[in-house]
């Protein structure tokens, strides 16, 4: 496995309202509160952290584009393809909290649109009044899926779930995973509050043949029944979508 060496990025100070992009395009998305849900994805450039183990490229492309450029391509996207009214956007990287999100987060809403933040939980959220009821989608969601042991207070509580990959190996008493992606956490990645009442997200890890992938499946199956997790599988990954 190739190590991501892609910088680590600061938290941006713009403050002409502009975002660095690095890419606009519609698919299926195959994970989270929102699973198997047409949407456009808008891919930011940059992250505050160095997950070794991450394999999503964020930076060899950097467009300079204010939200209503933004708007305007996932416009066009959406009627591309002739889907009938706004639906969901997904703001990922890299870390989407890295740039300020609350020009664009209110410019998508304001056209019907309803958005899902994927953060890693270690920036404080963009300032927004953010939906944490995933029954009803309308406005903007966060979905923490954390990386290091520590998450954001102010983005924990604005969270509309928690989401884990699992491997078999890597398992704590709790039925989550140690680590994320390779990343330093001490003493693990880290937990819901001790008070969380809102959906947890499990996913099997791929491994690295098919054995290894039934006994991570088979890990995340018992952790689900113990512990009341919800089974999720990376259905893009089995549809062959990005």
């Known amino acids: 496995m190739q190590l991501n060496n892609q910088p680590i990025e600061k938290l941006s100070k713009r403050t002409d309202g502009r975002l660095e992009v ?49 708007l305007a391509e996932v416009k066009y996207l959406w009627n591309k393809d002739r889907w009938n009214k706004p639906g969901l956007v997904v703001i990922t990287g890299g870390e989407p909290f890295r740039q300020n999100l609350t020009d664009l987060l209110e410019t998508l809403v304001n056209e019907q649109f ?3 933040i994927e953060s890693n939980g270690t920036l404080p959220p963009s300032p927004f009044e953010y939906n944490i009821n995933i029954g009803h989608r309308e406005g903007a969601f966060i979905v923490c899926s954390p ?25 704590g008493p709790d039925g989550l995973p140690l680590s994320a992606l390779g990343h330093t956490a001490n003493p693990c990645v880290a937990r819901p509050p001790v008070d969380w009442e809102r959906p947890v997200y499990l996913q099997p890890m791929d491994g690295q043949d098919e054995v290894e992938n039934r006994v991570n499946v088979q890990a995340v199956r018992e952790s689900c029944m113990r512990n009341g997790y919800i089974l999720q599988l990376q259905i893009h990954k089995l549809i062959g979508v990005e």
């Open 114 to 116: 309803y958005v899902q």
């Open 147 to 171: 990386k290091a042991g520590r998450v954001n207070p102010a983005l924990a509580s604005n969270a509309c779930c928690f989401k884990y990959v699992l491997s078999h190996d890597s398992m």
């Open 22 to 70: 690095h890419s606009i395009f519609h698919t299926i998305q195959g994970e989270g509160p929102f699973c198997g849900t047409p949407c456009v994805f808008v891919r930011l450039t940059g992250c505050n952290l160095q997950c070794p183990w991450c394999d999503t490229e964020y930076t060899s492309v950097r467009r300079e584009m204010t939200p209503n450029e933004i």
